[in-house]
């Protein structure tokens, strides 16, 4: 069964495909996922009465610090999130790496093609300072398949990246450089220039490095410091294996086999209408080993064929959660 549902993930081009999938994936977590079937029997829910993706419940994310969120057997990878002092941490269970990479790649070829007609930067110090990141790994297999001696990750050697960057400008080569948002803002302090076919993308926040900023006002700062017309942004997160890309804008864009529900902030278990905001509900049929279905703590809304993310919930677990983890 779980060899036919990878066949039928990988092959996954239409939105049918992606409903008819997400009931078919549904109906084997809630059979495999203890966790999950766990938090299904607390809701009341009757498996073979969902009968459509948005009847679906989705797992509130504060799930994967306190219990195991993986269907039986051995792991291949354990990915943790990153937290402040004192915070519990989240951990995916991965049990065939294969999936997540297939899942990177696919998705970074769909919207910005193949990894080897760039070079990849990676400004990710929050990252590479502790074990566990799945960011970095993703990106240490883009900086292993761009196939250029001047790809790499950069911790805090400014110096060696602004050199870099002015000889990839000059020789006119696609460079994509990621950065979590609080060390592009550190290298923007120290380096202005004009370089409009840079790929800025940003992804995370300030980790406690630095203020909150707004995405706009982020990106306004950014597009200053670099000469470039838009900042992009990747959405992700440990408890996914896949990733939405933003080319502008805050507006991120989903691969096949993903897609964002807005939910009612006052309950978690109606959907909100088309523009409103509202927590951020994702399903993620890559995480087929784990749970596809996460109720996140993001606010956003849908809108322009693709999703916003507006903040967080404030210092508030997602509401329901405490069914499986007081």
């Given at each position: 069964?779980?060899?036919?549902?990878?066949?039928?993930?990988?092959?996954?081009?239409?939105k049918?495909?992606?409903?008819?999938?997400?009931?078919?994936?549904?109906?084997?977590?809630?059979?495999?996922?203890e966790?999950?079937?766990?938090?299904?029997?607390?809701?009341?829910?009757?498996?073979n009465?969902?009968?459509?993706?948005?009847?679906?419940?989705?797992?509130?994310?504060?799930?994967?610090?306190?219990?195991?969120v993986?269907?039986?057997?051995?792991?291949?990878?354990?990915f943790t999130?990153?937290?402040?002092?004192?915070?519990a941490?989240?951990?995916?269970?991965?049990?065939?790496?294969?999936?997540?990479r297939?899942?990177?790649?696919?998705?970074?070829?769909?919207?910005?093609?193949n990894?080897?007609?760039?070079?990849?930067?990676g400004?990710l110090?929050?990252?590479?300072?502790?074990?566990?990141?799945?960011?970095?790994?993703?990106?240490?297999?883009?900086?292993?398949?761009?196939?250029?001696?001047?790809?790499?990750?950069?911790?805090?050697?400014?110096?060696?990246?602004?050199n870099?960057?002015?000889k990839?400008?000059?020789?006119?080569?696609?460079v994509?450089?990621?950065?979590?948002s609080?060390?592009l803002?550190?290298?923007a302090?120290?380096y202005?220039?004009?370089?409009?076919?840079l790929?800025?993308?940003?992804?995370?926040g300030?980790?406690?490095r630095?203020k909150?900023?707004?995405?706009?006002?982020?990106?306004?700062?950014?597009?200053?410091?670099?000469?470039?017309?838009a900042i992009?942004s990747?959405?992700?997160?440990?408890?996914?294996?896949?990733?939405?890309?933003?080319h502008?804008?805050?507006?991120?864009?989903?691969?096949p086999?993903?897609?964002v529900?807005?939910?009612?902030?006052?309950?978690?278990?109606?959907?909100?209408?088309?523009?409103?905001t509202?927590?951020?509900?994702?399903i993620?049929?890559?995480?087929?080993?784990?749970?596809?279905f996460?109720?996140t703590?993001?606010?956003?809304?849908?809108?322009?064929?693709?999703f916003?993310?507006?903040?967080?919930?404030?210092?508030?677990?997602?509401?329901?959660?405490?069914l499986?983890?007081?």
């Amino acid at each position: 069964m779980r060899d036919l549902l990878i066949q039928q993930l990988k092959g996954i081009n239409s939105k049918e495909d992606f409903a008819d999938l997400a009931i078919q994936i549904f109906r084997y977590q809630a059979n495999h996922c203890e966790v999950y079937n766990e938090y299904l029997s607390l809701l009341g829910c009757r498996v073979n009465d969902i009968q459509s993706v948005d009847q679906i419940p989705c797992l509130p994310i504060e799930v994967f610090k306190k219990r195991r969120v993986c269907s039986s057997g051995d792991v291949d990878i354990e990915f943790t999130s990153s937290g402040t002092t004192g915070d519990a941490v989240s951990t995916h269970f991965v049990k065939d790496i294969n999936i997540y990479r297939w899942s990177f790649l696919k998705s970074f070829n769909l919207h910005y093609g193949n990894p080897e007609d760039y070079v990849i930067l990676g400004l990710l110090p929050s990252y590479l300072e502790r074990k566990g990141s799945s960011l970095i790994f993703m990106v240490d297999e883009l900086i292993r398949l761009s196939k250029s001696e001047m790809s790499g990750f950069y911790l805090n050697n400014h110096t060696d990246l602004i050199n870099i960057l002015e000889k990839l400008k000059a020789a006119k080569q696609k460079v994509l450089l990621i950065g979590v948002s609080f060390a592009l803002i550190d290298l923007a302090e120290i380096y202005q220039s004009k370089f409009p076919e840079l790929i800025v993308m940003e992804t995370g926040g300030m980790k406690g490095r630095r203020k909150e900023l707004v995405r706009s006002e982020l990106h306004e700062i950014l597009q200053e410091a670099f000469g470039v017309n838009a900042i992009h942004s990747e959405y992700g997160m440990t408890e996914l294996l896949s990733q939405a890309y933003s080319h502008g804008n805050g507006l991120f864009h989903c691969p096949p086999w993903m897609d964002v529900f807005i939910r009612e902030i006052d309950d978690p278990f109606s959907m909100s209408k088309e523009s409103a905001t509202g927590g951020v509900n994702v399903i993620d049929l890559a995480n087929i080993d784990s749970c596809s279905f996460i109720a996140t703590s993001d606010l956003g809304k849908k809108h322009g064929g693709g999703f916003e993310v507006l903040g967080r919930f404030d210092n508030s677990d997602v509401r329901g959660c405490n069914l499986l983890i007081n």
